[in-house]
């Protein structure tokens, strides 16, 4: 008989690197959870900020785990890592400077089995952006309804890493392309191949801490991470590449085709 999804355990994962300012307020957004059946799998890309030591009060909790990594390989690495790890039914990604809505999980889960039938495997929701001190930005972004291989490429990735939750029974032992940047889009374009869809929630449930100087913050940066995604990893050709590109720069540059409102 297959299990049930309102009992199933939520394994939430969180590479981290000199993230010790907000790991701890990362980590109690999890612990303030209303559903309560989850593991948290934090993985430490050596950092050198006294993350550890931030992360070593939460250890007292049984459902959170820290590991070290032997050596700096990235957060693919790390990711991969806590995802060979967890034994949930579903898998939660949260960046170790993010938040949850205490909420969150609960309603995502509803949300999906709500559209079971529909074959719900994979979902995301909207998110707020809030500076460094947790001040908002006053934008929140709606995804997509339903985000599948095309829209996702042609969009450039409009879901949000720490707001996805997704049905491993489903979709088996998934693993981050090896990238220092984008991994996270490169795989989502690798579950999404076979012709599934990302369900996107209207609800605003994450906020996401934008940190200036990161290169996800510096787009200029995120070029050559962006056309080794779509040329080496997807294995995509030069011209779709070249669209690629093209249309990761507009969308980005003009947020033409995303849904972004002023929020307070």
């Not at 039938?117 to 809030?130: K, N, P, V």
């Not at 720490?162 to 029974?169: A, G, I, K, P």
């Not at 995509?236 to 669209?243: D, F, T, V, W």
Request: proline fraction near 4%; include cysteine.
């Amino acid at each position: 008989m297959k299990r049930q999804y309102a009992q199933e355990k939520v394994s939430i994962i969180m590479p981290t690197y000199n993230c010790g300012r907000y790991i701890g307020e990362a980590v109690r957004s999890v612990q303030a959870q209303t559903y309560d059946n989850w593991e948290l799998w934090i993985v430490d890309d050596c950092s050198t900020d006294g993350t550890a030591q931030a992360v070593r009060p939460f250890l007292e909790d049984p459902g959170v785990h820290y590991h070290c990594m032997e050596a700096n390989e990235g957060p693919a690495q790390a990711r991969n890592l806590a995802l060979r790890r967890a034994d949930g039914r579903y898998v939660a990604f949260l960046d170790s400077d993010d938040l949850w809505y205490p909420d969150k999980l609960e309603k995502q889960i509803a949300f999906m089995q709500s559209r079971l039938a529909e074959g719900c495997r994979f979902s995301c929701t909207a998110y707020i952006r809030i500076d460094e001190q947790g001040n908002s930005l006053h934008r929140t972004l709606i995804p997509p309804a339903k985000t599948g291989y095309w829209k996702l490429f042609f969009l450039s990735n409009p879901i949000g890493n720490s707001t996805v939750l997704f049905d491993r029974d489903y979709f088996g032992l998934v693993q981050a392309p090896l990238v220092r940047k984008r991994n996270d889009f490169g795989l989502w374009l690798e579950m999404l191949r076979q012709g599934d869809v990302c369900y996107g929630m209207e609800e605003t449930l994450m906020k996401c801490r934008v940190r200036e100087g990161s290169v996800s913050h510096n787009k200029f940066g995120l070029i050559r991470h962006q056309w080794h995604l779509y040329r080496h990893v997807e294995k995509m050709s030069l011209p779709l590449c070249a669209i690629g590109m093209a249309c990761w720069a507009f969308v980005k540059g003009t947020g033409v085709g995303l849904t972004i409102r002023r929020s307070e």
